[in-house]
């Protein structure tokens, strides 16, 4: 069977930690860094479940800074 | 395995090419944003890069044409649509349309929208409705909503006091000239895809010569609402729906 498997990467010095993908993306994949803040001060997102990721691109489309970008492929199953 | 995936061949999403570096100076979790990304991307997917002239307000979105990589021009408060008139006549192969918040276009720029819209000039507004001051910090406009707090009606906003929310959008359908007019939200995936075709129509009428068009968009405003991002987006599906209603009010491309 086959099944999407996704990918994605965030720009993390653009991004303002407005947590808007985490809530947006229906497998959890993303978290909002802890202890750890980019150059601006923001607590940035990160992929920490990035295998349940699909590449739906729910994230990158509720991104208000357009920090996400999605990549896609399908894998096949054994 | 994350690695064999992030390959060209299998992008499905990045950041619309028009929309430049500059990293933008919204609050995290702006609506302002999204905006942004659907415009250049429907003009991206017009083929009009070349093509288009914005103009910019006053307001949150003053700098937008730092971050959208098109031609642009900077009205005085209120002014965007006579200004956006006076280029199309003289440029009517162009695409122009103006980005106005509600402070800009309906509290001060009122009579220049309205009559812009009811002339029937082939433009088209972008108008994002947050129902507050933001850029000043959080005052009361003509949008606001009643018992919404703000910062000049801390207890909310009362009829007897301050009169009752405006909505533009609805006037703008009574009018003869325009003849795209829609009320769209970008909280969740499915109502920004929706905006984004909304969008689409409005330019593309106004590509046309079929009058002007007037695309609201309902969006928050969590510094001026004083809540989380996700919070402002619940707050604004909870209130801002009810009063606003969302859907095309108004299409006469088709005719």
Not at chain 2, 104 to 124: F, K, V
Request: with cysteine; charged share 20%; glycine share 8%.
């Amino acid at each position: 069977m086959n099944k999407m498997k996704g990918a994605v990467v965030i720009n993390t010095n653009r991004c303002k930690g407005c947590s808007l993908c985490v809530v947006a993306c229906p497998y959890s994949v993303l978290e909002l860094a802890r202890k750890k803040v980019n150059a601006s001060g923001y607590a940035y997102a990160q992929a920490t479940n990035a295998e349940a990721c699909v590449g739906c691109a729910a994230c990158g489309t509720v991104c208000p800074d357009g920090c996400i970008t999605v990549y896609r492929m399908k894998v096949e199953e054994k | 395995m994350t690695t064999d995936i992030i390959k060209p061949e299998n992008l499905v999403y990045a950041k619309p090419a028009l929309l430049n570096d500059t990293t933008m100076h919204y609050c995290p979790g702006c609506s302002h944003g999204v905006v942004h990304k659907l415009i250049a991307e429907v003009i991206a997917d017009m083929g009009m890069e070349e093509k288009t002239v914005g103009v910019s307000p006053v307001g949150c979105a003053v700098f937008a044409y730092r971050y959208i990589d098109i031609d642009w021009q900077e009205a005085p408060h209120g002014r965007a649509p006579a200004l956006a008139v006076g280029i199309k006549r003289l440029w009517p192969n162009r695409l122009v349309f103006t980005y106005q918040g509600d402070g800009d276009l309906a509290c001060i720029g009122t009579a220049e929208t309205l009559h812009a819209l009811n002339r029937g000039d082939n433009i088209t507004i972008i108008y994002v409705n947050n129902a507050i001051y933001g850029m000043t910090g959080g005052q009361m406009s003509a949008t606001t909503l009643l018992e919404q707090p703000t910062a000049t009606c801390p207890t909310g906003r009362t009829p007897e006091l301050h009169g009752y929310p405006i909505d533009i959008t609805n006037l703008a359908v009574q009018l003869e000239g325009t003849c795209f007019v829609s009320r769209q939200s970008v909280e969740t995936v499915a109502a920004i895809n929706k905006a984004k075709r909304a969008i689409r129509k409005a330019f593309e009428a106004s590509m046309e010569g079929k009058g002007s068009s007037l695309v609201e968009i309902v969006s928050t405003c969590s510094s001026g609402w004083k809540m989380s991002p996700v919070a402002a987006n619940k707050w604004m599906q909870e209130n801002m729906f009810d009063h606003y209603k969302k859907g095309d009010l108004k299409d006469r491309t088709k005719e």
